[in-house]
DNA sequence: TTATTGTTTGTCAACGTTGTCATCCCACTC
DNA sequence: GAGTGGGATGACAACGTTGACAAACAATAA
């Protein structure tokens, strides 16, 4: 590899005088720098990082430890957010992605603390409680979608209540008065909480709360594409005697495979029965018809809020809620 | 930052043996390996990569360019094979996100071209011809979903054709004689393979082509969700004095517009129409119903295969097709 | 006892960079 | 012609690590 030192000889200069060129130093005279930045681009050299790095004790690096926020087509966003705003400040983004696996994880940690990153981003593929690793208080951290129980860093998560208090209210706002609830399971934080905006919203409108009018509609823990399953949560209620005539889905996979499921029945979304939903999948969402109205999730906006965090040196470990945003297309209204 | 010496003065040795046990050198003493294996834990030490960097001469790094495969559903697992292969070979990925912006990606080149990258994969989210900049003939590079006019460089693609073939020939097999093509943009090369596959299926099976069943189901450069609207197509094919009596669907969204669009001329998927599609979309597939039949697409495949080939240190510069596999639900089935 | 071997430990240089400081050259002033 | 100032350049050390080599030490053999 050519360093500072073969270009030197090249431009006939010492090798200082090259770094000052590399560096816009003003004090070089205007010949000598044009004479180096030509043997610059002759011997195609390029500036070794790891040697800067050691000089300036600097990385320029943040790491972002996710479980499969790549991989899944929830998530990805959260990373694109994260980055656009690491690249404004001028860091970049070191992404290791850990797959639940416990012995990859503590790997992938020690390599991310090897390379001195100036801080760390533990990001989860959907909103749950983590165990934090006490590595991570050696530098700046933020965790994105998930929380510690002990609160012991700074957490930046969806608001789950108020969005099921939004799907709810859409479908309230268009005079429904039985309003059902196809949850995901409720061991994930979600679930509890979008369940706990749906009765704030019931609540609210006066309306009562029935509990034959909330179904299951995943079995496992959640948020894993192809895991949820419908059928029988739509076949209670619509064993029900007085059926609802609109639905809260926990998840925009649910709603999609209401839409079929009701056909069954002779119901369609948008005429005999109305379709709120979550997450706003991009594949999803658009594609049915009629239009899925959903809450979208606010990955980007995670993802930017966490790393703003980040630079801003708060140090202020509580737990933010990002607000989702009501995406109306058409399944929440009904047509004559 | 605590560093060797540290460690060193803390354990009463030279640096250099402490060194020695970092690196897991025998010639250590058991005594004074616990020794320093103590100060190592008590002051939290870590080697400094960026010196041990210099000093190797070796980054351990491959650097991952992809334009946005992280952030679309479609292509992340390029991103989880490339990374499988890469951590078996302990060697870690770097990945940067380049948006289409010409500016951030020669940047994002340099700086990984700083940080001593061994070698480049340049990914894309959809099969496609790239302009391969200069720089990467500096270090050892690969393409994975995309491919370089030159060929001057080894690419992984999908096998677009074949695929055509498989999709049209699960249907020539349920004696199907009118089989649609909805195509995707004809600007994109996996419109063009597909339909060259499905043309060759239908000589094979001795049917005619007819230029009336091949209709277009999107608009602009294609592959971005949310960008297709088969409303115009199915309406062709459904004027059609003969309809077809079964679907080969660009990709997995227009099969789920199809879904919906059918149902306005009362037919029904798996009923009146056989369907088949691709891409395999876990959001997508599993959730219609019924489930639908669908050419899955060989991402994870593709990422593992490009970095196996980094490893194994051939030269050579062809283009391998990565078959898609057959991925068969119910939809290209008929139901009594 | 001394020589010989082998095991354990330490010294030193080098990797490529940049900050600090010293030197050099030139133009200008008195 | 000597002195002054400032702009341009260079010498050197240091960042933390590891390979090459040397030294110290202990144990064994002669």
Redesign the pocket.
């Known amino acids: 590899?050519?360093?500072?030192?073969?270009?030197?000889t090249h431009a006939?200069?010492?090798?200082?005088?090259?770094?000052?060129v590399?560096?816009n130093?003003?004090?070089?005279?205007?010949?000598?720098?044009v004479r180096v930045q030509q043997s610059i681009e002759a011997l195609n050299?390029?500036?070794?990082?790891?040697?800067?790095m050691?000089?300036?004790?600097k990385s320029g690096v943040i790491g972002f430890i996710s479980d499969e926020v790549v991989t899944q087509p929830y998530a990805g966003d959260i990373l694109l957010g994260a980055q656009q705003v690491a690249s404004e400040h001028d860091k970049i983004l070191m992404v290791v992605n850990i797959e639940h696996n416990r012995r990859r994880r503590q790997q992938s940690l020690d390599m991310l603390l090897e390379r001195r990153v100036e801080a760390l981003v533990l990001a989860s593929y959907f909103h749950r409680e983590v165990e934090v690793p006490p590595e991570l208080s050696s530098v700046p951290s933020v965790l994105v979608n998930c929380f510690d129980s002990q609160a012991s860093l700074a957490a930046f998560v969806p608001d789950d209540e108020q969005a099921g208090f939004d799907a709810t209210q859409l479908l309230v706002d268009q005079g429904h008065k039985r309003i059902a609830l196809i949850s995901l399971d409720p061991a994930i934080v979600a679930a509890q909480l979008r369940l706990a905006g749906y009765r704030r919203a019931l609540l609210q409108a006066g309306l009562p709360f029935d509990a034959a009018l909330v179904v299951q509609g995943e079995e496992e823990l959640g948020m894993t594409p192809g895991n949820c399953n419908a059928e029988t949560a739509v076949a209670n209620l619509m064993a029900l005697e007085s059926r609802p005539t609109a639905i809260v889905c926990g998840k925009d996979e649910i709603a999609m495979q209401v839409y079929f499921l009701l056909l069954r029945y002779g119901i369609r979304v948008g005429h005999e029965m109305a379709l709120t939903s979550f997450d706003n999948q991009r594949l999803i969402a658009p594609n049915l018809s009629p239009g899925l109205t959903t809450m979208a999730l606010p990955h980007l906006e995670m993802g930017r809020a966490a790393l703003r965090y980040l630079f801003s040196a708060e140090a202020d470990n509580s737990t933010r809620l990002i607000p989702f945003s009501v995406i109306a297309r058409e399944s929440h209204l009904l047509k004559a």
Request: positive net charge.
């Open positions: 590899m050519v360093s500072i030192k073969d270009v030197a006939g200069t010492s090798f200082k005088t090259v770094s000052r590399v560096n130093d003003p004090a070089v005279r205007e010949e000598t720098r050299y390029r500036p070794n990082s790891a040697a800067r050691m000089r300036n004790q």
